[in-house]
């Protein structure tokens, strides 16, 4: 069956970066878009990254854009996202999810909706 597992949070300063990844099985990694999504408590999930499945084309919340960055290894089966400039704002559980939608190589999906597998979540924690 589908499993994401997701590793690298933690608890670091505001400055600090962390790389988050997933690990992809039980699908073929290739076919489906990625996203990471975040939840603080309180809050609503939301999307921070997406990435098509080709990995060509990326998206970003307003939040974060021009401090993490998606990327994808398909070779691997694996999504990261690396994190910079991290501020106490970000701290929340980090999920990766996948599609399980076929589209175009370029396509992004970027509504909660459109994503049907979840990892289990890992926490990343801001101090300030």
């Known amino acids: 069956q589908v499993q994401l597992v997701e590793s690298g949070g933690g608890l670091v300063q505001a400055g600090d970066s962390l790389r988050l990844s997933c690990a992809a099985s039980g699908f073929t990694f290739s076919s489906y878009s990625m996203g990471w999504f975040r939840q603080a408590p309180g809050k609503e999930r939301e999307i921070v990254a997406a990435i098509s499945r080709s990995g060509s084309v990326t998206t970003y919340a307003d939040s974060v854009k021009g401090r993490f960055t998606i990327s994808r290894d398909n070779a691997k089966n694996t999504v990261n996202l690396q994190m910079n400039s991290l501020k106490p704002e970000d701290t929340a559980v980090y999920y990766c999810?996948?599609?399980?939608?076929?589209?175009?190589?370029?396509?992004?999906?970027?509504?909660?909706?459109?994503?049907?597998?979840w990892g289990q979540g890992t926490q990343v924690t801001v101090s300030s």
């Open positions: 999810a996948a599609t399980g939608k076929y589209a175009s190589s370029s396509y992004l999906y970027t509504q909660r909706h459109d994503y049907a597998y």
